[in-house]
């Protein structure tokens, strides 16, 4: 019989907000392939809505998302929970498990589920933890960058998310560096396992089997699309608006470039977050905003075709775990621009796949960036680097995982 796991996160596609969580969701999909797979998705809710669009209006899609959606044969639910932003998110993991109960409960009598699987610390894996402990189920715990390295830097939440790491069967972090700070978290070693991210190679492959002339032909479309010329050079961001990804310091490498009259490319940025207007008007302050194309968030398909017609990839972070993005990017043969952080530097080679730079620096970044888009690459060889990413062996590995923590 198969087992039967709920992947519980917060970070998941929903019908009105569908590029959040792209990782989880290719995950699940494929896991869904050797498990019965059901998704439990917390979506914060809070009284006086109205009130609370108006004075955020950007939140409304939020209030779009249905109770229940079928994918294939996985089910997620959108469950809502209680919370009062500032003030009661250190609440929110205990909120979240008390609002999830009543439906793990119908899940559970339907077909017993064996594993609670978490993706995302705190709140997340806290929340599992204690569903998890009610239901006499194993938790399995996978770390993704800003919830260690971010979120546990708050003394209330890190003491949750000690708590959770240490009851969980099992922990995986999506990097080596991710790993190491869990244990110096004081988590035992031996149940901390290092579970790299997937890529997709239906859709990120540099060996589809796609001829020269058709990727040149889309390469111009989409140059064309943001009013550059076919030959024009472009550094592509993919990622969310928000400051922990650094895209004030690369305004200012690219500022930096104009002044001295060698700003030669085009940054093109896919994404959308809190920053889009602050950023859009430093762009303008800094007289760049030729420059600067913001073409907001895309399906993977998109990013992946901007990922075949760009030069290179930046990603200027102050802190990451392994982002997905970069894999995607090597796997399409697209050098890396990117800061020397978290788990960046486990798969970023310099001078082999890519260039790696000091966080918070604009004038390397500046230097990295036209070094990396004058650079002849080795295509192949930049594709070969994340042969490990490959979603087959990833699911063998969780596979295993819930075997030992099932016994």
Partial sequence: MKKHVVIFTSEYPKPSLPFQGAFTAQFVKELSQQCKVTVIC???????????????????PWTEIPKQHQVDNVTTYYLPFFTVPFFFRYLN???I???????LKKIDSNESVHVIHAHGVYPDAVAASLLGKWFKRPTVITAL????????????????????LNRASAVAGVSKDLVNTIVNYGIDQNKVHWVPTGVCRNTFNASANTSAEE????SAELRASVNLDASAKIALFVGRLHPVKGLDVLLNAVAILQKNNRLDFTIVLIGEGSLLDSLSQSAETLGISDAIKFIGPQPQQVVAQWMQAANLLCLPSHMEGLPNV???ALAL???IVASNVGGIPEVVINDSNGVLVPANDADQLAEALEYGLTKEWDKTKIAQSVDFARWESIVEKYLAIYAASAE
């Fill in 97 to 103: 498990a008390l609002f999830s109960r009543r439906q």
């Fill in 333 to 335: 043969s697209l050098p």
């Fill in 42 to 60: 917390p979506i914060p809710w809070l009284p006086k809505l109205q009130l609370f669009l108006r004075l955020f209006p950007a939140k409304k």
């Fill in 215 to 218: 990727l040149n032909k889309k």
């Fill in 93 to 95: 993991a205990l909120s």
């Fill in 145 to 164: 960058g800003s919830d260690v390295n971010k979120e546990m830097q708050v003394a209330i939440k890190q003491k949750q998310s000690i708590w959770a």
């Fill in 326 to 328: 970069i894999l995607e």
